[in-house]
């Protein structure tokens, strides 16, 4: 143990927020915060904060500045919070992000971090803070809530190991803590925009990967307004399911594969008005006969749109799109693989400037599709059952 004073540690702690008045000097140093915990005398003897040097994972990002708060009765959280023997409550400052690691997230994959995952999302949510995963494999036997209003972005090389999940969703967005409106379009600027980032997202086949859902039960309006980002999401019953109520910013830069059902679900008539956009992102599977990579079911309304822009559907089984009903629009698209485009009777597609190689062509059996410019082949040619608009401008063959 070794004392220090505040003049000190503002050189160490450069560029970090001390949420206190820096007017007591003695600064004790600790190796962890096992060792914070067992002490009885450091606020009694006039101590004003302790450096926490390293943690339960060595070299990571956990230890920091703790500031004596007196006997507040706030509880010991496990990473914001630290409570001594005497009962004196000790907090981390810091500003910016919370991380998982300060609630001791095992990033080797050795231990579960479900617990500490929730913890971190609780502080966040309480506090308006967004959520940092710094790099590592993390093993999470239970699914996760993340609520519309907070961000979780991972840094360098993360991957969410949702393995042992066999039943539910690897990731919930918005159901926990939704802002409700009764009537009209709320402002953006009070959404509180979420994104989830950077990171590899693997489970049992038998999950979903991300479930996005706004519905109450006793509200008419949610907000999820959530973004998603550089996202690799692998192994999943389906990969991207969008409930009801939900407002996607945006699915940037995502790879969904090798999924055993769908790789994206577009449901369901609580939807319409909402317009998802997806961009440049890639839905892909291998050889599995039963899967569908993108399924759009969102009723017989097509107020609502859902925009694709430059997205790769390359499907190896079953068909890459299905358009149930709703509307749909392809912006620069890629279609490549062994089965077709499917339109049903209550779909209406439109498809500018995209590009088709696939062995079986398409089949549109209802509603109405559009083709502007682009690459068609002319062999194997549509089936398109009697009475189906479909209207093609432009084709390049």
């Known amino acids: 143990m070794r004392t220090l004073h505040f003049t000190t540690l503002l050189f ?4 970090e927020c001390l949420v206190h008045a820096l007017t007591v000097t003695p600064v004790v140093t600790l190796q962890d915060v096992t060792a914070l915990r067992a002490q009885n005398n450091y606020y009694s003897s006039g101590y004003a904060a302790v450096m926490i ?28 919070y630290i409570v001594d023997a005497a009962s004196v409550v000790w907090e981390r400052s810091f500003s910016g992000p919370v991380s998982v690691l300060w609630y001791g997230a095992d990033p080797t994959g050795a231990t579960a971090s479900t617990t500490a995952f929730n913890q971190t999302i609780n502080y966040a949510m309480a506090n308006n803070a967004d959520v940092v995963v710094p790099s590592g494999h993390y093993v999470l036997d239970q699914g996760l809530q993340l ?38 379009f709320p402002l953006v600027d009070i959404f509180q925009q979420g994104k989830l980032s950077n990171m590899l997202i693997i489970g049992g086949n038998v999950t979903t ?9 006793t509200e008419q309006y949610a907000t999820p307004f959530y973004t998603l980002e550089k996202l690799d999401i692998k192994f999943f019953n ?12 945006g699915l940037f830069s995502c790879a969904i594969q090798q999924y055993s059902r769908y790789g994206l679900y577009i449901s369901n008539a609580a939807n319409e008005g909402e317009d998802i956009s997806i961009y440049n992102s890639a839905i ?20 609502g749109d859902v925009n694709f822009y430059g997205t790769s559907f390359d499907y190896n089984g079953g068909p890459g ?35 088709f190689r696939m ?16 690459y068609l082949p002319t062999t194997n040619t549509m089936n398109v059952t009697s009475g189906t608009t479909v209207n093609i401008v432009d084709r390049q063959t």
């Open 238 to 249: 389906i990969g991207v399911m969008i409930g009801q109520q939900t407002w996607l910013n």
């Open 12 to 15: 160490l702690l450069a560029g």
């Open 147 to 184: 609520p519309s209003k907070i961000s979780m972005n991972g840094e360098g090389a993360v991957t969410l190991d949702f393995a042992q999940l066999m039943t539910g969703a690897a990731i919930t967005i918005g159901e926990v803590d939704s802002y409700y409106y009764n009537a009209g």
């Open 284 to 303: 892909f599977n291998a050889n599995n006969a039963n899967a569908i990579g993108a399924y759009i079911a969102r009723g017989s309304s097509i107020s």
């Open 321 to 355: 799109l299905v358009v149930a009903s709703g509307q749909a629009r392809f912006f620069g698209c890629h279609f490549e693989g062994d089965l077709s485009v499917s339109v049903e009777s209550k779909g209406y597609a439109e498809f500018f400037g995209c590009w």
């Open 359 to 374: 062995d079986y062509g398409f089949d549109i059996t209802g509603g109405q599709t559009n083709f502007f410019g682009g």
């Open 53 to 80: 040097l390293s943690s339960q994972y060595a070299g990571e990002k956990a230890g920091g500045l703790f500031v004596a708060q007196g006997k507040t009765g706030q509880a010991d959280d496990g990473g914001v």
């Open 209 to 217: 990967g991300i479930f996005l859902n706004g519905q109450s039960t």
